[in-house]
């Protein structure tokens, strides 16, 4: 198969001033299917995100023993009644949560489920799943290799109880453990020892999505979860906006000195796109509550920016291309995990700003940009949805950039680049 030719980026010389509803989340719909899949009835989803990460999710519930009917804008998820004993395979693709959740899941079945993914999956950090597995007494074969693929071999039950975790290099590590818990045996008495632990956001949002169903989590202590043993109930939701992919529409409003409205942006949220409401700040635009809406306005300058992106990490490459585009050099710390992602981000970012003209330099934990004219070239994506939305980002004020594979944003946006060619031009 050829590989499609490089996308030539919109660029303007006005302002955007547009409204978008962005498709779900990608990090509630996984969780949420999950859960369904283990609950103790069927649940319905209104408005799941349909994209590559949810359908691997998807395929992956299905091979355990779930059903899913499709109508519109609803799933119904009937669970899996986990007397599957014949082998199977999961396509994790490149998706975090289908890699680090599911063989967990798999642990509570009675057959072996192997694991594997696209190329570039098979180098991102897997040991601690793999580790804590074992500890958990589940056998895993991996053939020492640490990563993808690996088979886990469920035995129909997981004892649990105490277990020590290092998610320094990923929170889902931790997500993955708490998802599962309640159905081990005897719960889950889960402590993360290791330095940092990233992306909290996303582990306050795993504690809230289990208590929403009933189940007893205690979070008195620090880096300490106690899942209390029993039944997930069942039920039915709506998931919210993805407010992580509404950030390029944000950098289109910051970077051209305009405006957007994003619908329907929830009250209260554990997504860490939430941070938008503060970041947007720092680059010295405003943010206004209409009604449901929250409307995003960039401010006579573009400020550079000094951030801490350790809790909201999937942020940092739209917020590295409004960077470069600023009127300040900036400062982004505390994202050295990012180095585990869909792509080495860090790399990748310094690589493909550098290659336009612009001056990035890679730091231990984070990224120092200093903006510089930029010109027109192939901004390479490496697979990474987020890399293509910095690249697009950046095109609006570089004439004559080209995305490679910017179809890549298929993996949390269905349709991205005909809604950005629509929006901008
Ligand atoms: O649990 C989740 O849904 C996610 C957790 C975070 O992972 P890391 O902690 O590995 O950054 C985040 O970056 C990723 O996009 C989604
Ligand atoms: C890190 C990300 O994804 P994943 O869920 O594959 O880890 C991301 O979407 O920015």
Redesign the pocket.
């Known amino acids: 198969m050829t590989a499609p030719l490089p996308w030539l980026a919109p660029y303007r010389d006005t302002p955007f001033d547009g409204e978008v509803l962005v498709p779900g989340s990608?990090?509630l719909t996984?969780?949420v299917l999950i859960l369904a899949a283990l609950a103790d009835g069927p649940s319905v989803l209104t408005r799941p995100l349909g994209s590559r990460d949810t359908t691997l999710m998807l395929g992956a519930l299905t091979t355990l023993g779930a059903t899913i009917e499709r109508d519109g804008i609803t799933w119904t998820i009937t669970p899996s009644a986990w007397d599957r004993t014949d082998p199977s395979a999961i396509d994790c693709g490149l998706a975090?949560?289908v890699m680090?959740?599911v063989p967990v899941i798999a642990a509570l079945g009675s057959a072996p489920v192997t694991f594997d993914g696209d190329e570039h999956a098979r180098v991102r950090p897997m040991a601690t799943t793999i580790a804590t597995l074992r500890d958990l007494g589940v056998q895993v074969d991996d053939e020492g290799r640490g990563a993808l693929p690996f088979t886990v071999h469920g035995t129909g039950y997981v004892t649990g109880g105490a277990l020590e975790v290092d998610?320094s290099?990923?929170?889902?590590f931790v997500?993955a453990l708490l998802l599962a818990g309640a159905r081990f045996d005897k719960g889950l008495e889960l402590r993360h020892t290791g330095a940092s632990l990233?992306?909290m956001p996303?582990?306050d949002?795993?504690v809230a999505e289990l208590r929403r169903r009933g189940v007893r989590v205690d979070t008195d202590e620090p880096n300490r979860w106690h899942v209390h043993p029993g039944p997930i109930s069942a039920l039915d939701v709506e998931i919210e906006p993805d407010l992580?992919n509404a950030g390029v529409f944000i950098g289109a409003a910051l970077v051209t000195g305009g405006r957007v409205r994003i619908r329907n942006w929830p009250a209260d949220t554990d997504q860490?796109g939430d941070a938008w409401r503060t970041i947007v700040p720092a680059f010295g635009g405003t943010v206004e509550q209409d009604g449901a809406d929250l409307v995003f306005s960039a401010g006579p300058v573009l400020n550079g920016v000094e951030l801490d992106l350790h809790d909201v990490?999937?942020l940092t490459p739209v917020i590295a291309a409004i960077a470069a585009l600023a009127e300040q050099p900036s400062t982004l710390v505390g994202v050295a995990?990012?180095r585990?992602?869909e792509t080495d981000r860090l790399k990748a970012l310094v690589t493909e700003i550098n290659r336009l003209g612009g001056d990035a330099e890679e730091l231990d934990d984070g990224l120092l940009i200093r903006p510089r004219p930029l010109h027109g070239e192939t901004f390479r994506t490496y697979d990474d949805h987020r890399m293509a939305h910095a690249g697009v980002v950046l095109g609006l004020r570089t004439p004559d950039l080209f995305v490679e594979n910017v179809v890549t944003t298929i993996k949390t946006y269905p349709n991205f680049a005909p809604v950005w060619e629509r929006l901008m031009t």
């Not at 290099?169 to 889902?172: E, G, L, P, T, V």
């Open positions: 990608k990090s996984n969780r975090g949560t680090r959740f998610a290099s990923s929170s889902q997500s990233p992306s996303h582990i949002m795993t992580s860490a990490g999937e995990h990012l585990g992602h």
